[in-house]
């Protein structure tokens, strides 16, 4: 079983950055690929980063490129989202996912097996 714990979430100005983590249990979170995804309130949850089990590969939403930056950390069990140049279009909550049993992401949200429980981003104008 992987469980999945987000953080970093909060309340900032137009402009401004977070960086939210996502902290995963097992042993073996070097085998899961992951993703970041977003849902705000009436819309359906969209992909927003994903990176690969060796963090190689990343892949962006457009909304979110030259903006977002993905990265983990193999050692501490950890990814995690930089968010720069935050918009008030960017507010929603923010969860992570991890895809067992491959080593590439997907733009797919049922692509993906565990999801954490999320973290509140709210971006004021």
């Known amino acids: 079983q992987v469980q999945l714990v987000e953080s970093g979430g909060g309340l900032v100005q137009a402009g401004g950055s977070l960086r939210l983590s996502c902290a995963a249990s097992?042993?073996?979170?070097?085998?899961?690929?992951m993703g970041w995804f977003r849902q705000a309130p009436g819309k359906e949850r969209e992909f927003v980063a994903g990176i690969s089990w060796s963090g190689g590969n990343t892949d962006y939403a457009d909304s979110v490129k030259g903006r977002f930056t993905i990265s983990r950390d193999n050692n501490k069990n950890t990814v995690y989202l930089q968010m720069n140049s935050l918009k008030p279009e960017d507010t929603a909550l923010y969860s992570c996912?991890?895809?067992?049993?491959?080593?590439?992401?997907?733009?797919?949200?049922?692509?993906?097996?565990?999801w954490g429980q999320g973290t509140q981003v709210t971006v004021s104008s």
């Open positions: 996912a991890a895809r067992l049993g491959t080593s590439t992401y997907s733009r797919s949200r049922y692509a993906y097996d565990h």
């Open positions: 097992g042993r073996t979170f070097s085998s899961y690929a």
